[in-house]
Nanobody, 126 residues
Framework: QVHLLESGGGLVQAGHSLRLSCVVS????????MGWFRQAPGKRREFVAA????????DYADSVAGRFTISRDNARNTVALQMNSLKSEDTAVYSC???????????????????WGQGTQVTVSS
């Protein structure tokens, strides 16, 4: 069984930064592309960022491009999301998830991801 555990969420002021981490256990981490999604109250879950198995390619939602950076450490089975210049509209529960490496084309679709973490709350005050 694959298990994902996020950490690093919290309450920050607009313009500040947070770094989220996700540790994956129980599977072969290097086989997975990884993604971050978020869901705000009353809204649908939305794609935030994804990174290929090797870490050489990443993709971002337009709303976070230039502010957020996704990275991974295959030796430590972790994926991180560095969030800079946070805005109030970034407030949401952020979740990491695994994507079969062969499904990169579908990286923005939540239903393509197999294993999910419980999520970590990020609240940005204006």
């Amino acid at each position: 069984q694959v298990h994902l555990l996020e950490s690093g969420g919290g309450l920050v002021q607009a313009g500040h930064s947070l770094r989220l981490s996700c540790v994956v256990s129980g599977g072969t981490f290097s086989n997975y592309a990884m993604g971050w999604f978020r869901q705000a109250p009353g809204k649908r879950r939305e794609f935030v960022a994804a990174i290929r198995r090797s870490g050489d390619t990443a993709d971002y939602a337009d709303s976070v491009a230039g502010r957020f950076t996704i990275s991974r450490d295959n030796a430590r089975n972790t994926v991180a999301l560095q969030m800079n210049s946070l805005k109030s509209e970034d407030t949401a529960v952020y979740s990491c998830a695994t994507l079969d490496g062969s499904r990169w084309l579908f990286r923005k679709l939540a239903n393509e991801y197999v294993y999910w973490g419980q999520g970590t709350q990020v609240t940005v005050s204006s």
